[in-house]
């Protein structure tokens, strides 16, 4: 069995946040004791509701934070002994927003090739030649390099994203809602493009989304996160099929359907979103949980794990 790209071991990360001019500080609780890995050629997909701390679980595994607690290993390597360029080898990110992640002053040119140029170990001819055949190959003309972001769809802009994530010819991508910020139409295109580089460079994403339809459609294992904790985790076809933890069912409840006359579904969870600065005692969910009994509030849950199935909740079991 080959060794993960990405072992996450009981990371955490809180922060510090005040309300107000002369309220006092509170605590919050982003990624709580989470454990996850990612093996090579897969698609590991992390999805839930807004705040749940996917985002900041992305940036602690890029190494632009650093963990409270616990430890990230990308190809078996600490990720805090690595030097940015090293880092930079082995990882790639590619943002929600192409709009605010690409230098606006910047020609796409320059902006694809700023990663090589870091490295300084390519001449500049060389930087042009693989800047040019990554813009090809992710479906830009390479004229388009003299173009500045504004001057590009948002599409087109996403891909400039991508192709700069990948002149580095990295072994793992992480995706932070690549295609919220688009069209449908051009998700689709996005997306599809995404799936026929990893097949072709050999690539590993970690995918995070809130969006469960893009998440089901590229996603081989999936990580269901709640306010800062993994609360079930199994293979993406197992976990569309048979959830079972009671936020995973919500969350599937949640999806849209064509069907009109099927109205808006109803999920259960009411109108309240969880608040990370008053984390409730036992299990986190049971305040919003449909099926929660007197324990739930008293006793938080143990994680059962049988690979690669994880949940944690007092009345969901693993078979």
Known sequence: MSAPLIEVRDVGRQF????????????VVAVDGVSLSLKPGEVLGVVGESGCGKSTLAKVILGLLEPTAGEVLIDGKRLAGLDRRERAKLIQPVFQDPFSSLNPRRRVRDIVGMPLE?????TAGEVRKRVEAMLERVGLDPSMGERLPAQLSGGQRQRVAIARALVMRPRIVVCDEPTSALDVSVQAQVL??????????????????HNLAVVEHVATEVAVMYLGRIVEQNDAETLFRDPRHPYTK?????????????????????????????????????????????R????????????????????????
Not at 16 to 27: A, T
């Open 16 to 27: 510090r946040v005040r309300s107000g001019l002369f309220g006092q500080p509170k605590r």
């Open 118 to 122: 870091a490295q300084g170990e390519a």
């Open 192 to 209: 599809n493009l995404l799936a026929e580089l990893r097949r072709e460079f050999g690539l590993s994403y970690l995918f995070i989304s």
């Open 250 to 294: 919500a969350l599937l409840a949640s999806v849209l359907t064509p069907e009109p006359k099927l109205g808006i579904p109803e999920t259960g969870l009411g109108d309240t979103m969880p608040d990370p600065t008053n984390v409730p005692p036992g299990c986190r969910f049971h305040p919003r949980c449909p099926v929660a009994i007197e």
């Open 296 to 319: 739930c509030g008293l006793e938080a849950p143990a994680t059962q794990r049988k690979a690669p199935a994880l949940v944690e909740c007092h009345l969901a079991t693993i078979t």
